[in-house]
């Protein structure tokens, strides 16, 4: 899909692309940080119809919603076009010894060379988590790596204390 974007002097970057119908859709990224989502009228490709209007926060709340049910899916497919290399899924259990704790304190890719690539709580997907990231119960962490370092990681953060 190509997106075109066009600057807008002092407004901020008006992003457009044809959707699968073949509407021509809009968003403006505000200076502000506010958002707009427009469709283009067929009879004249200048105007254009608001459909709704977000706020920073708003608009990233629409795109954690929009993007976790992806993520473990793009994960998997770079994993199909890198031999050897696989994406995992393992759960934080509650009772488990790393639930309300720091990642760092796993030392996960040290001890299987396995990455953690992203943690899914609820509807919200943090990518690229710090050390610092405290683990949840019912966390699900998104690992990259080999099939035994997947399963060593699962080993670890489902171990018994």
């Excluded at 407004?11 to 505000?30: I, P």
């Excluded at 976790?68 to 890198?82: M, S």
């Excluded at 609820?122 to 610092?132: Q, T």
């Amino acid at each position: 899909m190509d997106v075109n974007e066009v600057l807008l002097p002092g407004v901020g970057m008006r992003y457009e692309f044809v959707n699968h119908e073949g509407d021509r859709m809009g968003v403006v990224a505000r200076r502000s940080g506010d958002f707009e989502l427009m469709v283009y009228e067929s009879v004249d490709p200048d105007e254009a119809r608001l459909v709704f209007r977000l706020t920073g926060e708003e608009a990233d709340a629409l795109a954690e919603i929009l993007g976790a049910p992806r993520i473990a899916e793009r994960f998997a497919d770079l994993a199909k076009e890198v031999p050897g290399l696989s994406a995992g899924q393992v759960e934080v259990r509650a009772g488990g010894p790393f639930v309300d704790r720091p990642l760092g304190e796993t030392r996960a890719r040290t001890r299987t060379g396995a990455s953690i690539v992203a943690v899914v709580r609820g509807g919200e997907v943090i990518a690229s988590p710090g050390p610092g990231q405290v683990l949840s119960a019912g966390d699900v962490l998104v690992v990259i790596g080999t099939h035994d370092g997947i399963a060593a990681v699962e080993q670890i953060i489902q171990a018994d204390r």
